[in-house]
């Protein structure tokens, strides 16, 4: 545990040393599409250096995305790997919102990197090994309109952002799952051909399927220790021989229960079918199917029947009680052959009827001293038969003179005699339907057709077809609701939307205001802050969280601006800490400015003036201390300032299409998708995730329908954990799993098992289901 420690140590801390980069590691996005070719919207200027090609990506209408095959072969490269470093070498144009590249299979996005002007972050999105997806968020600016060199270098769970050559940020993420399907598609500068759109210029865009990637980039940061992927792959093997280790004591133990079981005795396992006792691998036939006694099962299987190869003088025929046709001897009749067995009924030049037998090859005239039975029919409803003297009524039940329909078929009586038919669900095995075997898997339910499907059966399987009011193969179908459930709401029947928490109407368009409606109470020093399908107790001004974060409030506390320096006051003036605030009070005697103190810089009292990082708020000093509110944007105003006031810009180009392609957007509209928040802002579409409140807890679970994970205190119904290789379980056979390991548990099939920090959880494996 000691080397396990110290090589985690290793991962964070370690330095770097150079190496060179193998030309198969390397995917370089600009060269593999070819650009500029046959893309509008992109044209090659100058770059940061003359060493490679770089691109200005330009308007709103293009669609820069790889060939199939191209796709094909670059994510060929990435796929299954957990080691890889994102490079580009960027000025993107300033407050835009783009996406560098985007590797992404119908919604997932694998991997795809943006940089956000108008939130000041850059964002990597991918999916996690538990398929889920996620976006990293990084606070910083890169759409200032400069240049800047950008890494992202992803190693297992760990991830570190380099800008400039500088490491920014350093983190451990969940790992991404990099089993990335062969049709996905890879687009450069936007996310599709509507949203994310990059503006700016790009040089040097690279992926390298390697660790510490960066160092080609900023070839002045070196490394030689091992990366945390070596970590994590040193863990998985022990994991994996504990797993090994694991499997030999159940064998083991197994082999141990069989010789004790076996002693001094001897078990056969036996069939006992209608009566008859058949032993172990002893065969029979049953009707069309041959079966096989197997471990105390019967195991069946039709019968093939070979092409009869009759002798002259016998015809292949069906005899009762065997399933193939057998050859048997055949009579002349009249210049007609005769099977074995059937009669023929003549009548002579009297009107005599003469019967006759086929036996032996030869015909036998059989003479009856019985009179034929006296009809109760009419004789214009009486039949005379070719194969008896005496007539019958129309009608006749045929089948309750016996016949040859057995395993899942019945007998049905014709004109003139009868004939086998398969029951419902069943088809034939042989031409005349005697013998027939389950085939209706519609009426069975032994379809994959959708729940909203109808299941129409056909010769050799099944057709699926979605119901009125749903869509899709047949496999899946899906409720129509013309992509109007907003806010994340799905589409649970046609036109009946299902919203997420947090939202309401009938198209969840509507936002609760838990905070308005009086179903929070927050502590007195903090207010109810209504967020798009959540809320949060958040502190006052003045208060701070203390650390051990409380839903209602409870937890924030008074910042002592005097002792923190977080307070305004003049050098003329005393500042004084209040519960909440402070004050700057003047000494006895004395004759205070109320100036105020400013980043630094002095503020007369009575002064306004608008922040230098951010134009949409306006500060005034008063009596030593500064007060700061957003601009109120008047629409009235020809002046109005847009970019404060998005809401105000009235132009049809600055409208935004909403992710479904059905709904529009004025500039300044705000609305959730997929528990991200996105806003519109002149014409450009930007979404991050949905702020979560802050919650320190060791097991969280995410709800149904909800986006932010909520603490439990029951590992075993949490999906996500704080895993920690110190916090150990033993399983069944008393060997130590680390946690986030998992195991079948012995004696069991499907019983699968997960250490979590020390906890053991089982529960049925889904892939048995």
């Given at each position: 545990m000691g080397l396990l420690r110290c090589l985690l140590a290793f991962c964070v801390l370690c330095p770097a040393s150079?190496?060179?980069?193998?030309?198969?590691?390397?995917?370089?996005?600009?060269?593999?599409?070819?650009?500029?070719?046959?893309?509008?919207?992109?044209?090659?200027?100058?770059?940061?250096?003359?060493?490679?090609?770089?691109?200005?990506?330009?308007?709103?209408?293009?669609?820069?995305?790889?060939?199939?095959?191209?796709?094909?072969?670059?994510?060929?490269?990435?796929?299954?790997?957990?080691e890889?470093?994102?490079?580009?070498?960027?000025?993107?144009?300033?407050?835009?919102?783009?996406?560098?590249?985007?590797?992404?299979?119908?919604?997932?996005?694998?991997?795809?990197?943006?940089?956000?002007?108008?939130?000041?972050?850059?964002?990597?999105?991918?999916?996690?090994?538990?398929?889920?997806?996620?976006?990293?968020?990084?606070?910083?600016?890169?759409?200032?309109?400069?240049?800047?060199?950008?890494?992202?270098?992803?190693?297992?769970?760990?991830?570190?952002?380099?800008?400039?050559?500088?490491?920014?940020?350093?983190?451990?993420?969940?790992?991404?799952?990099?089993?990335?399907?062969?049709?996905?598609?890879?687009?450069?500068?936007?996310?599709?051909?509507?949203?994310?759109?990059?503006?700016?210029?790009?040089?040097?865009?690279?992926?390298?399927?390697?660790?510490?990637?960066?160092?080609?980039?900023?070839?002045?940061?070196?490394?030689?220790?091992?990366?945390?992927?070596?970590?994590?792959?040193?863990?998985?093997?022990?994991?994996?021989?504990?797993?090994?280790?694991?499997?030999?004591?159940?064998?083991?133990?197994?082999?141990?229960?069989?010789?004790?079981?076996?002693?001094?005795?001897?078990?056969?396992?036996?069939?006992?079918?209608?009566?008859?006792?058949?032993?172990?691998?002893?065969?029979?036939?049953?009707?069309?199917?041959?079966?096989?006694?197997?471990?105390?099962?019967?195991?069946?299987?039709?019968?093939?029947?070979?092409?009869?190869?009759?002798?002259?003088?016998?015809?292949?025929?069906?005899?009762?009680?065997?399933?193939?046709?057998?050859?048997?001897?055949?009579?002349?009749?009249?210049?007609?052959?005769?099977?074995d067995g059937d009669m023929k009924a003549v009548r002579d030049s009297t009107g005599r009827c003469l019967l006759f037998e086929c036996r032996d090859r030869t015909m036998h005239q059989i003479v009856s001293s019985e009179p034929c039975p006296e009809l109760n029919c009419p004789e214009a409803e009486q039949i005379t038969l070719s194969d008896r003297c005496c007539k019958i009524c129309q009608g006749h039940d045929f089948c309750s003179e016996g016949h040859g329909c057995v395993e899942h078929s019945d007998c049905v009586n014709l004109e003139a005699g009868d004939c086998c038919v398969c029951k419902d669900g069943f088809r034939p095995l042989r031409e005349d339907n005697a013998y027939c075997e389950e085939h209706d898997v519609c009426l069975s339910g032994l379809h994959n057709c959708d729940e909203n499907a109808l299941c129409l059966n056909i010769v050799g399987g099944h057709s699926c077809s979605c119901k009125p009011g749903y869509m899709g193969n047949g496999t899946v179908c899906k409720a129509l609701c013309d992509g109007l459930c907003q806010n994340g709401g799905t589409c649970a029947s046609p036109n009946n939307c299902i919203c997420q928490q947090g939202f309401t109407g009938k198209r969840c368009e509507t936002d609760i205001n838990e905070c308005a409606e009086g179903f929070i109470e927050c502590d007195s020093k903090s207010t109810c802050v209504n967020l798009p399908g959540w809320y949060h107790c958040e502190c006052r001004d003045g208060y701070h969280d203390n650390g051990f974060f409380s839903a209602n409030g409870e937890s924030c506390v008074d910042i002592n601006e005097c002792k923190t320096g977080r307070n305004t006051c003049t050098n003329d003036t005393v500042c004084f800490n209040l519960e909440g605030s402070y004050d700057c009070r003047c000494p006895h005697g004395h004759n205070c400015t109320g100036d105020c103190i400013h980043d630094n810089k002095v503020k007369h009292s009575g002064q306004i003036w608008i922040l230098d990082s951010d134009r949409c708020s306006v500060c005034s000093c008063q009596a030593g201390q500064v007060m700061c509110r957003r601009m109120v944007c008047d629409c009235n105003n020809p002046n109005a300032d847009l970019y404060c006031c998005p809401e105000c810009d009235p132009r049809l180009s600055s409208q935004c299409l909403h992710q479904n392609g059905l709904l529009t957007y004025s500039s300044g509209d705000t609305w959730v998708e997929n528990c991200q928040q996105c806003q519109c802002l002149q014409g450009q579409v930007d979404c991050w995730p949905l702020s979560c409140p802050p919650g320190d807890c060791e097991f969280t679970v995410v709800p149904e329908g909800e986006c932010c994970p909520r603490c439990v205190t029951d590992p075993c119904q949490a999906d996500t954990i704080r895993n920690d290789i110190t916090k150990t379980c033993s399983d069944e056979h008393n060997i130590s799993r680390f946690s986030g390991s998992s195991w079948i548990k012995h004696g069991t099939e499907c019983t699968l098992c997960q250490c979590k920090n020390g906890h053991i959880c089982c529960s049925v494996d889904p892939m048995c289901l």
């Open positions: 150079g190496f060179g980069v193998d030309p198969t590691l390397r995917i370089s996005i600009l060269d593999e599409l070819m650009l500029p070719q046959s893309f509008d919207g992109v044209t090659q200027v100058q770059g940061f250096h003359g060493q490679s090609r770089a691109f200005l990506f330009q308007g709103s209408s293009r669609d820069v995305k790889a060939a199939a095959e191209v796709a094909k072969r670059m994510v060929q490269k990435l796929r299954g790997k957990n890889f470093t994102v490079l580009v070498t960027l000025k993107q144009d300033y407050l835009n919102s783009g996406v560098i590249f985007s590797i992404h299979h119908s919604e997932h996005r694998f991997l795809e990197l943006e940089s956000s002007g108008q939130r000041n972050e850059v964002r990597l999105h991918y999916r996690t090994k538990g398929q889920q997806d996620h976006t990293e968020v990084f606070p910083y600016s890169l759409a200032d309109n400069q240049w800047h060199k950008v890494s992202v270098a992803v190693s297992a769970s760990h991830v570190i952002l380099h800008v400039d050559c500088n490491r920014i940020y350093e983190r451990v993420v969940e790992a991404p799952y990099m089993d990335i399907p062969g049709d996905t598609l890879f687009w450069l500068g936007q996310r599709n051909s509507a949203h994310g759109l990059f503006k700016g210029v790009m040089q040097d865009v690279e992926i390298l399927v390697m660790p510490q990637g960066y160092i080609s980039q900023c070839p002045d940061l070196n490394r030689t220790c091992p990366t945390c992927n070596d970590f994590h792959g040193l863990v998985q093997k022990i994991m994996e021989l504990q797993d090994v280790l694991a499997k030999t004591s159940r064998k083991l133990s197994r082999a141990e229960e069989k010789m004790n079981a076996l002693d001094g005795c001897y078990c056969e396992r036996t069939c006992n079918i209608s009566g008859v006792v058949y032993r172990e691998d002893e065969g029979w036939t049953d009707g069309c199917m041959n079966c096989t006694c197997t471990n105390g099962s019967v195991h069946c299987e039709t019968i093939s029947c070979p092409p009869a190869q009759c002798p002259a003088g016998t015809t292949p025929t069906y005899v009762k009680g065997v399933c193939c046709k057998e050859c048997q001897p055949v009579c002349l009749f009249g210049g007609r052959e005769v099977v």
